[in-house]
């Protein structure tokens, strides 16, 4: 069974740092795009970051861009997101998702097909 698990998430001061990361098993994502995507209470869920297979190419949106930083590591089947200069408006769960269809670096959440179950972060002011 294929499966993406995040882990990382927590509570943290504005201003502090985390680093969530995103476990595959099941099959190997070394030929994938993935990306992180995060939901707060009420929202709709909303691009963070993408990274291509060989992290060539990485995408931000603009609300996170120059404080977080999306990697990977292919022999682990993993994928992190570096989470610099927190901001209370960062609280969400945040998921990690797997591209096997489209190929492309992308903010679109329909171009993904693998989704974690999600882990919590809480930044408090």
């Known amino acids: 069974q294929v499966q993406l698990q995040e882990s990382g998430g927590q509570l943290v001061q504005a201003g502090g740092s985390l680093r969530l990361s995103c476990a595959a098993s099941?099959?190997?994502?070394?030929?994938?795009?993935m990306a992180w995507f995060r939901q707060a209470p009420g929202n709709e869920r909303e691009f963070v970051a993408a990274i291509g297979p060989s992290s060539s190419r990485t995408l931000y949106a603009d609300s996170v861009k120059g404080r977080f930083t999306i990697s990977r590591d292919n022999a682990k089947n993993t994928e992190y997101l570096q989470m610099n200069s927190l901001k209370p408006e960062d609280t969400a769960v945040y998921y990690c998702a797997a591209d096997t269809t489209y190929y492309i670096v992308s903010q679109f959440s329909y171009h993904y097909d693998y989704w974690g179950q999600g882990t919590q972060v809480t930044v408090s002011s």
């Open positions: 099941g099959r190997t994502f070394s030929n994938n795009v």
